[in-house]
């Protein structure tokens, strides 16, 4: 089956710095890439909606200036975390689908850790 | 290698009973989990399961045994809204999620 790659799958950062987080769709072009964040047991939430070429959707509630997406091509797209705050802390997912058929496909995550 | 396995699409039919099977082999276990996917929208967590044994909330359960790399999300009174996709994603020795392709269910009246 197709394949989402993070990078990198853990991280650890200090306080006020900024972290990239890959995300590659590996033998597949992407029509539409997700960010998720997952706090632990919960759902995933929804972050941001992101097409090539063009400006995230931001969810309601979702910081655009400190997650910032840019996606650059077809198969990679990445989320920064700008100015980390021990808050950050959590998991991050992304995903990626294509339009025809739909399917979805859910990278491994990339674990940040804010101190 | 690290692997999931689901079925690719179930049918059932409403008011009955659907088991949704999932095996695994992967490097370390540290939980399991069953997500809940309309089309167009994000997951919805359903279970986390890290101990053997079965787990109900409401017309929901999942099941896991460990020692065969075995889970399964077993759904009660099938409602038409039941109709989604279902993943089985488990966490391994590094934390990191390993993912299903997910199970489409089809609900008929």
């Known amino acids: 089956g197709a394949v989402v790659s993070q990078h990198p799958s853990r991280v650890i950062c200090k306080s006020g710095t900024s972290v990239k987080i890959e995300c590659r769709s590996l033998d597949f072009q992407a029509t539409t890439m997700f960010w998720y964040r997952q706090f632990p047991k919960k759902s995933l939430m929804l972050m941001a909606t992101?097409?090539?070429?063009?400006?995230?959707?931001?969810e309601q509630g979702v910081e655009k200036d400190k997650f910032l997406i840019n996606h650059a091509s077809l198969t990679l797209s990445t989320l920064t975390v700008t100015s980390a705050h021990p808050e950050d802390s959590s998991f991050y997912i992304c995903?990626?689908?294509?339009?025809?058929?739909?399917?979805?496909?859910f990278g491994p995550g990339t674990r940040l850790t804010v101190t | 290698g690290q692997n999931i396995d689901q079925p690719t699409e179930m049918t059932a039919t409403e008011g009955a009973i659907v088991q949704i099977n999932c095996t695994y082999q992967?490097?370390?276990?540290?939980?399991l989990f069953w997500y809940q996917q309309h089309a167009g929208e994000a997951p919805t967590f359903l279970s986390y399961n890290v101990l053997d044994g079965l787990e109900e909330k409401g017309r929901f359960s999942s099941f896991l045994s460990r020692s065969k790399g075995y889970s399964y999300l077993l759904l009660k009174e099938l409602q038409m809204k039941d109709s989604a996709s279902y993943l089985c994603a488990v966490v391994d020795s590094n934390y990191q999620l390993i993912w299903g392709a997910g199970t489409k269910l089809i609900i008929k009246p």
């Open positions: 995903s990626a689908d294509t339009s025809d058929p739909y399917e979805q496909y």
């Open positions: 992967t490097s370390g276990f540290n939980g």
């Open positions: 992101s097409n090539e070429g063009s400006k995230a959707t931001y």
